[in-house]
């Protein structure tokens, strides 16, 4: 969507027409309910807090001043209602790896039937989602955003910069730390096994 | 490069984020230092797995349940800012200083006009009165006098159709304009565009009922209809069988015979006034219709839901909603029916008023006693029209004229202290060294 465009459609938001928002949210409703989900790890929450996100766009569009593109503007917001919503949570709930499984099972299984992959490689590859987004959780605020928007999402360094308003260079780091963290997560835990697991991974694929 | 600075890189490598030569220097150590290529494979590997984690897919119906949240919010939002306590103030206190600014404007714009009005009605009055004496000719020019104003009349009674026109009109009619550029441009994606057209005009016709009845078969062979007609006799001269009509037509005309309809109209006499209005209705309309669709998903879900409901406080419960739902329903459809009738279906409303040359008659035997007399009359009646004059002029005048006095008066107090203080400043010492330099000199002449 090119700026004109987008300035047009934000212009007839703000005089109150859902349609034009419809076009302006459509393309970004799925990497929204996903950045959520990557947040809560629930589908539940993922779609109420997507939700909630689009509708508090909707109603501060008013204050959207064009310094940015919508997009980047869209995400700044989701990511700091699901930051908000985090804080909120935190303290009332604990993550437990157990649950997450039980919660995932079904879904999991069938997104994975499509990719043509043997029982075996499902089960692990279900295993290492869900070890990958326990992983996740324990990360710090700082650190999940990144992660969830760069590997993820895939956004370019540069836009995650202007979502989080920080500099390129504040981004770069926080990604290699980010990462580093997560991973010394992984390997960490000892039920995972996971130092092993890559190593036959690795072995594998030779 | 030390360890340290590498595992710094990995992740920069990992996107293609280093320029050639950090590129080269990390290529060097990670083949020389094993604990490292150690750490990058395991770094790499789980971005490779966290990348192979599917996107989750959006449930069924998020789209439609979202959309219909948003209207529901959108609505709530309307009702916010009808009650808002903060909004009120705001907007009561600069309503009321337009309101002021208006009264004054309006007095000052209206004493003209007012007062000319007035001139016309009481000459058309005195023309009446002397018509049996005086030759006809001012009879014919007085009623002339009056279609200006009748047609200025008009244009403010469409004005105030306008905006009693369906319900949120008035924004409805600033959204249109101001998106109506918006909307070309993308028409195509939008689909059909939903436009009402309105004319208004008024003509002077010789023959009032030929005209109607042309005006009838006229809009029966487009396969329109009259929606209303009125007339009645607005001149009557029973001496001479003159009996001058006026009324007002109004026809619904398919929409695809506007421009050929409104050119026939305009022959049919002498055409005084013309007044076109199109309203752009496209953008409720699709949001009439999408709430429509959300509606009639939550109806479905209520219906799904209330076969698996056993207890009976539940189903009372979805009752109630389903029935709101339904009320709703029905409320946006006959919307939706009602736009498809005014936008199928363009109005013409067509005033109508008949005009006669009069043929001047002349006194019998005219009188040199009645003609002084009625002369007389007629110039006292000057003085004292022209004497009302000025007492109505006046008397409208009085208020302005206050405030600019106040005006006046409270500007010469603010100003007063500055000039004189200005004043001292600039004119002060010269002229008192002047004056001493006088005072001097005389007392030296001394």
Redesign the interface.
Known sequence: MDTTEEK?LV??VK?????A??ELI?EH??KI??IA?RFFNN?ED??DLS?EI??KV??KIHRFRGDSSFSTWLYRIAINTCIDELRKRKGKESFSIDEDIKTDEG?MAR??QD?DLSPEEIVI?KE??SQ?QWALNHLSESYKEV?IL???QGFE?KQISEILGCSLGTV??R??RA??E??NL??NEKHFDY?NR?KT??EGKQ | MSCENFRELISLYIDGMLDEEEKTNFESHLKACIDCKEEFEEIKSMIDEIHNIPEKALPDDYHKELMLKLYKQKDENKFEKKSSKFNFMKYSTIAASFLLLFVIMASLSNMGSKSSYDNAAQKNELAKEFSGSYDGGEVYNSSFDMPGDFAADSYEKSDAYDGASPEESSASLEQSINVRSTENARSSEIGERKIIYNSFMTLEVELFDDTVKNIREMTENSSGYVENFSSNIYYSEPERDIYLKEGTIIIRIPVEKYGDISRKLEKLGHLISQHETTENVTEQYIETEGKIRMLEVEQDRLLEIMKKADKVEDLIKLEERLTQVRTDLEIYKSKIKNWDQLVAFSTFTINLREVKEIEPIKAPNPNFMTRIKSSFNKSINDVRETFEDFVIALSYNIIPFVIFILILVVGYIIIKPIIKIVFKKVIKKPIVKKIIDIIQKRREQI
């Open positions: 047009i212009n007839r005089k109150g027409s859902i349609a928002f419809e459509i409703e799925g309910y996903n989900y589908e993922a779609k939700q689009f509708i909707f109603n879904t997104e994975f990719k590859n290492i989602a990958i992660v760069r590997d993820f360094y770069k780091s990604i290699s990462r580093t997560l991973k992984l390997i130092k890559l991974r690795k």
